[in-house]
């Protein structure tokens, strides 16, 4: 939301679908009983103001869509005043330089989100002196009373100080902080760079803080454990430590993590080091540990550090050259000790980044222990079922949700069990099972027709998407959320690429599969290879009549210095203008790796890729979102837009909100002024690590500040 702007208070977090009040009004304005009519005659009609306050509270409530709430409370000021009530979740955007026109009528706001204040990577404590810092915290409490749940972007420990200071009712806390931490001038003894010294002052101010996320607060792994040491922290339930450093937590810093949270902790979050090259990594005996200090754990995960990361790396797929060959240091006894201690476990992920073989007594053991597992994400786990044993017992217990990854002997026969053993999966995610064909997949959505509304299939060589798509006929129907992998066959690239004939053969070689309508899918995931075309997917009717889709996105990785340009004109964003609901674009190339200042002769630069994946974006008619991540130079640390790429966004003419991961030059960012609708736009530069000093003409704070000053002279529309 704009500070001081009613039109953007539309940046309200919520799902779900969308009540109109106003065609309610209307149809009981025209349907109207027998007594009305009476009534009417006697110059009296019944109308929606009519109904109780209270019901008409509970109803303006239940409507999740952000504009029809800011619609309703336009109706009168008694509307107004139950929208008000009624508002629990508010996103806030705008300038921490007008204060002064912070909103004040949000008093029962409860959920808060002040991370992507503008310019982002700032906060609203971000002042001159502390009295102002101070003065800003009261102004806050005053503005939002009721919060119990924020998010805010902390740059040292005098915003986490402000923040305690402001809510100190607080119950779940979000820190978000991209940039590298500070060397000095923070709060508590002036030691802004130690993570301990800037988190005690939380914890021991808010007394009530059960939820603690630091998974996007950006610090050394080695700085927790001391922080939760020294801080009141066994009143923590839940502590999300997932991806706040390069490095994974030690076996050591795990264990003084859990002994500082106590039995209390419910939910664990961490990203560690399995490595059994490495010194104090994970073992059968941290584990144990961990579920003797923690023994109320419901949600385990546990994540090695070279598992979470979002590129793939195409030669851990060979096992004789990749690290994944060894054993992990976890072995199948540990593993059946820890579940055994661990009875209320519920949900759990063990990413590791080396194999554990014939794992399937564990996973019997967990179902003995656990009568409600209903979520598993596993990896380089071997040997997952025999037969009806293993991981298949954990059906009986309501599992719901089932990711595996580089499960080297999955086959079909072994998933075909699993299905039969969980037939109220809902959530279904392969990731490098090479085993795993097209038949056996197919035979294994068959059997979760009835419950399967979410399907992840990445890395498999053996789909390939035309194969895949098939293979999910059996579901076509009742998918809601698709992840796949556009990994054409050759012939079906040139056909592609060959004319609109071929094509149509294409579609009526298809249609002898079925119908291809995805009645109620609304959100796509792609991933493809560098230099290549997404346009097959839909040309060639691999994806079609999906009357629902109203998110996308796509995710390129790649080099791009191994082609000397494109191959094609445009990358196919233009074949998506066919789906009429289409709102939201995710648009992913921090991963197209480019020359950004100068290619060597016989090369491009990242501005011609750009162009070649943004051309045609303004051919979708009902774009309204999009989140945009540019191309990236890694051997530079730059990643931003180009004067192409700026250009085609700026022909976007129904395009709304814009985000930017990257940064821009500030004389090619005013050219999106252009865009009539556009309402909010904001450059997020976060990655590791966050660029602080710039030295070049691109955009920094102040810049931004122009920019967000020219938008608001603009006005906006509606």
């Not at 940046?11 to 109109?20: P, R, Y």
């Not at 190339?589 to 491009?604: D, H, I, K, Q, T």
Request: charged residues 20%; contains cysteine; proline residues 5%.
């Amino acid at each position: 939301m704009q500070i001081g702007t009613r039109a953007r208070e539309e940046d309200l977090v919520g799902d779900g679908g969308e009540l109109d009040l106003w065609t309610l009004s209307n149809n009981k304005r025209q349907k109207t009983t027998h007594g009305e009519e009476e009534d009417h005659e006697q110059g009296r009609r019944t109308v929606l103001h009519d109904i109780p306050g209270s019901i008409l509270a509970a109803i303006i409530a239940l409507v999740p869509d952000t504009r029809s709430r800011n619609a309703a409370s336009l109706v009168c000021k008694e509307w107004h005043a139950m929208e008000r009530a009624t508002r629990r979740r508010l996103c806030l955007r705008g300038s921490s330089a007008q204060l002064h026109m912070l909103p004040t009528t949000f008093h029962a706001v409860r959920h808060l989100d002040v991370s992507n204040v503008s310019p982002w990577g700032t906060t609203l404590y971000a002042a001159h002196s502390a009295v102002c810092g101070q003065l800003t915290a009261r102004w806050l409490n005053r503005a939002f009373p009721s919060v119990v749940d924020l998010t805010v972007y902390a740059r040292d420990g005098t915003d986490i100080q402000l923040v305690a200071a402001s809510w100190p009712d607080l119950e779940t806390v979000r820190l978000v902080r991209w940039h590298q931490r500070p060397t000095g001038g923070g709060g508590d003894g002036g030691d802004g760079g130690d993570a301990a010294m800037e988190l005690r002052g939380l914890l021991s101010s808010c007394p009530r803080l059960t939820h603690l996320d630091l998974s996007r607060f950006y610090c050394w792994a080695e700085d927790i454990a001391p922080a939760l040491q020294a801080g009141p922290s066994a009143n923590l339930r839940v502590l999300n430590l997932l991806k706040l450093s390069p490095e994974g937590f030690k076996a050591a810093e795990l264990l003084a993590i859990a002994a500082a949270c106590g039995i209390n902790l419910e939910e664990l979050y961490a990203l560690c080091e399995f490595d059994p090259r490495f010194l104090d990594c994970l073992s059968d005996e941290c584990l144990i540990q961990v579920a003797d200090y923690c023994p109320r754990l419901r949600v385990l995960h546990l994540v090695d550090s070279t598992q979470f990361s979002a590129s793939r790396d195409p030669a851990s797929d060979d096992p004789v050259f990749s690290a994944a060959a060894l054993d992990a240091s976890v072995t199948v006894r540990g593993l059946e000790s820890l579940f055994q201690a661990l009875p209320l476990l519920e949900d759990l992920a063990l990413l590791l980044g080396h194999k554990v073989r014939d794992s399937a007594p564990a996973f019997e053991a967990l179902a003995k222990s656990s009568k409600s597992v209903h979520a598993l994400h596993l990896g380089h786990f071997q040997g997952l079922c025999s037969g009806s044993n293993g991981i298949a017992r954990c059906g009986a217990a309501g599992l719901r949700t089932l990711q595996l990854r580089s499960c080297d002997d999955l086959t079909d026969a072994a998933l075909g069990a699993i299905a039969s053993a969980s037939p109220q999966i809902s959530w279904l995610g392969l990731r490098r099972c090479p085993l795993v064909t097209p038949a056996g997949l197919s035979s294994c959505v068959s059997i979760l027709r009835r419950t399967l509304t979410r399907v992840e299939i990445e890395c498999c060589p053996t789909l390939s998407t035309r194969n895949l798509l098939r293979a999910l006929a059996p579901v076509r129907s009742t998918l809601q959320h698709l992840h796949v992998d556009c990994v054409w066959d050759q012939d079906l690239e040139e056909e592609e690429q060959g004319g609109a004939e071929q094509a149509q053969e294409q579609d009526q070689v298809l249609d002898l599969f079925g119908n291809l309508a995805w009645k109620k899918l609304h959100h796509l995931s792609l991933w493809i290879s560098a230099a290549h075309l997404i346009s097959p997917l839909v040309q060639m009717n691999l994806i079609s009549h999906c009357p629902l889709l109203r998110e996308l996105s796509i995710r390129v990785e790649g080099d791009c210095r191994l082609f000397a340009k494109p191959q094609a004109r445009e990358f196919g964003l233009r074949s998506f203008a066919r789906f009429p609901s289409l709102a939201s674009l995710r648009l992913d190339l921090s991963e197209a790796v480019g020359y950004a200042l100068s290619a060597p002769g016989g090369n491009r630069d990242l501005s011609i890729w750009e162009r070649f994946y943004l051309q045609g974006i303004q051919s979708l008619p009902g774009l309204q979102e999009l989140d945009y991540f540019p191309p990236s130079d890694k051997d530079v640390n730059y990643r931003g837009m180009t004067l192409p790429g700026v250009g085609l966004i700026s022909q976007c003419h129904g395009l709304r909100k814009l985000f930017v991961h990257g940064t821009a030059y500030e004389h090619l960012f005013m050219m999106l002024l252009k865009i009539y609708n556009l309402r909010d736009v904001q450059l997020r530069a976060d990655y590791f690590p966050a660029p602080d000093m710039e030295t070049s003409t691109e955009m920094r704070a102040e810049s931004c500040k122009r920019f967000e000053t020219l938008l608001e002279k603009r006005g906006f529309p509606d």
